[in-house]
């Protein structure tokens, strides 16, 4: 089968481009077949993936990162004869880290050329209820990784637009600028009060919602394992939602991550569900997979089954 290769070329500040050159090095002496791509923009990166996977199986591999991975998520037409791998490129590389993926590109490689071993992954479908006046209709999107409204998402947001990120990325520390920004909205977030539904169970009423996160793996936003038990082969959606507390406990709670410690605190909360609803009083900042939208009054979310990997 001819492997489709999609490049982000500037993923991680640049890094992508380098990667592919060796890529290309290493499929080129493997004798590989293979097609390149390189999409100059998201809707360009959805609308290739529509197109390649309408047409019978195909297998798409991604040079990049989480972002970039979502964008080819999206533009999926048929699960069932669709194939993904990914080479990883980005910054925080979350999917790549999550499935424990071989760092080394020549070994990497090797393995997915002649010793691929495919496994059945989850994946979330979210609806969004946006809170501006352009969107009247429920908009319909993918995610991979995780989908959060609040704290975690406006880190993302923030994370987005800083330059400092793009000079930590040359230092390979492009973590530290998540840790920086998640110190400095605990003292800036503003809360809302919010509705959640767990499956069929009664709905429970959130006094002042700091973040939910809703996970089909352990970690996002470099590594901040919010679900460190999830499985993205269980069926079934996480979701760690966190009241807002008092300073000092925010800031004990964003530490208490690296140890995979924080629900411990009881403002913390761990649900495990195949389906959820989300509704807010205050418009709040949402993200999928890192990628900050918009903003929400609502969301649905639920874990489906399918998505077909390759490493």
């Known amino acids: 089968m001819k492997y489709h290769f999609i490049i982000n070329s500037k993923a991680s500040s640049g890094k992508g481009r380098k990667i592919w050159k060796q890529v290309h090095r290493i499929l080129e002496e493997e004798n590989a077949d293979y097609l390149a791509y390189f999409p100059k923009s998201k809707r360009e990166t959805v609308a290739l993936v529509r197109k390649l996977t309408s047409r019978g199986d195909c297998h798409l591999v991604v040079v990049g990162g989480d972002g970039t991975l979502n964008l080819v998520l999206q533009g999926i037409r048929s699960f069932e004869h669709t194939r993904l ?174 140890f995979r410690r924080h629900n411990l605190l009881k403002k913390i909360h761990g649900f495990r569900c195949r389906k959820m609803t989300l509704i807010l009083d205050n418009p709040q900042c949402f993200h999928h997979d890192g990628d900050t939208p918009f903003w929400i009054r609502r969301v649905d979310m639920e874990c489906k089954k399918g998505l077909r990997f390759v490493e």
């Open 85 to 258: 791998s990914c080479i990883r490129a980005g910054s925080g590389n979350d999917f790549a880290k999550n499935m424990n993926l071989e760092k080394d590109l020549q070994k990497s490689l090797s393995h997915l050329l002649h010793h691929p071993e495919e496994r059945l992954l989850d994946y979330g479908v979210e609806t969004l209820f946006p809170a501006d006046d352009y969107h009247k209709e429920p908009l319909k999107r993918r995610f991979l990784i995780s989908s959060g409204v609040g704290y975690d998402a406006d880190i993302c947001y923030e994370a987005s637009q800083s330059r400092l990120k793009t000079a930590l990325n040359h230092l390979n520390l492009g973590k530290a600028v998540y840790f920086l920004i998640g110190m400095k909205l605990i003292f800036t977030k503003k809360c809302s009060k919010a509705v959640l539904m767990v499956d069929d169970q009664n709905p429970q009423m959130i006094p002042e919602l700091f973040f939910l996160t809703g996970m089909i793996h352990p970690c996002e936003g470099g590594g901040f394992a919010f679900c460190p038990d999830a499985s993205c082969t269980d069926g079934m959606l996480d979701l760690c939602l966190v009241e807002s507390m008092s300073k000092p406990k925010l800031m004990m709670a964003v530490c208490l991550v690296f």
